[in-house]
């Protein structure tokens, strides 16, 4: 625990020195880029990994995130710093209701449900032209003035603070154990009194609430919301993440962020190509990396831990 | 309320509705009984799609013969995908299969369109296309044929899960794998002939629609969607389950396209399950009681 937060506190303090190293604006919209994915996918851990039940549907609170802080800022003339944390609030609401749905069922009814709330709001913004002007999307949101990446780097940043400290409040307090129980043995956990429904909720609101900041960020900086914010594609990118990086650890889906944003980077000449690889690379992580990178970490580590341990005895004895 | 419209909307939907029940039939089996959440499934489709472009314009084969190859190449594939990557996660729980077969659908969605392209293919169909009237009704020769073909790979499919040896290895499977291992059944051949038929109900699917509109590489993601709308519409694993959903579905679009609006038309699916699982969760047609 202590570890995990000294990882993560180096890790926040590390990017902040970022902007102060780096100029070029191109290396900086990949920091924002990875920040961004780094809290979408924290926040899709506190579901996937702390509950244990796997959401297809987390574009939805993404997107209703960016639609609401869109329109709040073209409509309404919100500043940015009140448009970002309503976009949290109405996601969050968005997963309230969701959740009471969803978080009744478990297993494959579970995903496919999540899944078709997140295809009706892309429907719905695709064809509710009055509020949404449909498939052309909300272009022109304000940036007010920001041209710098370096500015954006620093409010993204302040996000991931704001994603990883509470994450981290929600997985250390007694609400987060409940939910490791419930994942771990559901049965179990309701015996001493653990009610699943009401953990599950708290994680799944506050993973809305989490992945609606990001939207509302998303949808300032790129300054254009379409319906395409509820599409698959976002999904499986922020799934990829998380099981790479090893869900159900803080750690993880930060790692997996940057390493997946800087993978699809690199290979965004091939477009295709690079889909495919990627397809390759996910069917390989889940046949020999099941557990992710930080699994992997973790499995190196406590082998290294028992090794040394016997050469010690034998050293004793021949003393 | 307009009869002949009415008939109309309610034969484009049936004709929609078989070709849904056949992918769904697949889906059911390899979902509703092996519990593999298969979001692979729509490529599946797509591509018996495309190797029915294949067969037919480059091979230069005719439609039904086109068909048995094109059933027996994707049995063969689906019976590797099952052995090499399904298996590895069997007995797992649901969650390495979904990131399995999602992996599984970006790979063949994106080596599709690097080998052949995003444009759309025109499966040579197997009669003209000239339009027949009964009555008020217009029904093109080929949508008839097309139709008749997935009726009677219903119909086999059924008889394969009911009459033969096979079928009835399947069923044991399911029950009690444990069971039917001991009893002598080679388990792991059994999963892979499910997922194997699953596999070809969805190609053959998709190259029946191919012949009537055209196969194109990126159209796998809705059908999978919609294959698993309707399995949960019909209950878990239910033969019959699939078939009345697969009508239910094509039927509440067609008629949602004609008379409500068309743009939404993807939307009733999603609204469907999303009731079903509120009120009835175990589906109209649930072999087993059941719930989600």
Redesign the interface.
Known sequence: MTLERNVLLAFLAAAALLPALVTDQYLLHLGVVALFYAILATSLNLVVGYVGEFSLGHTAFLGAGAYTAALLSTHLGLPMWATIPLAGLISAVFGFGIGAITLRLQGPYFVIVTLSFAEVLRIVANNWIAVTNGPMGLAGIDQFGITNKGTFFYIVLGLTAVALYLAFRFVHSNAGRAAVAVRENRYVAQSIGVDPFGTAMQAFVLGAFLAGLAGGFYAHYISFVGPEVFRFPFMVTMIIMVLLGGKGTLLGPIAGAVIVTLLEEYLREMQELRLTLFGLIVMAVVLFLPNGLMGFIAQRREQQGTKPAPRAATKERTV | MDLDLFLQFLTNGVVMGVFYALSALGLTLI?GLM?V?NFAHGEFYMLGGVTGWFVTSYLGLDFFSGLALVAVAMAAFGWLVDRF?IE??RGQ????G???T??????????T??VVGPAPMKVAGAVSEGPLFFGPIAVTKLRLVAVGVGIALIAGAHLIIRRTRLGAAMRATFQDPMAASLAGIRTGNVYAATFALGCTLAALSGMLLGSIYSAQASVG?LIS?KS??VV?LGGMGSFAGAIAGGLLLGVAEAFWGGYV?T??V??VG??L??LI??FR?QGLFSIRAER?
């Open positions: 979902f519990r959440v990557l590895r996660v729980g649901e969650e390495p979904i990131l399995l999602i992996g599984l659908s970006i790979f063949l969605v994106n080596a369109l690097l993601g969607l698993f709308v949960i609006a743009g939404m993807d939307v999603f609204v399950v999303i699982l509120l969760p989600a």
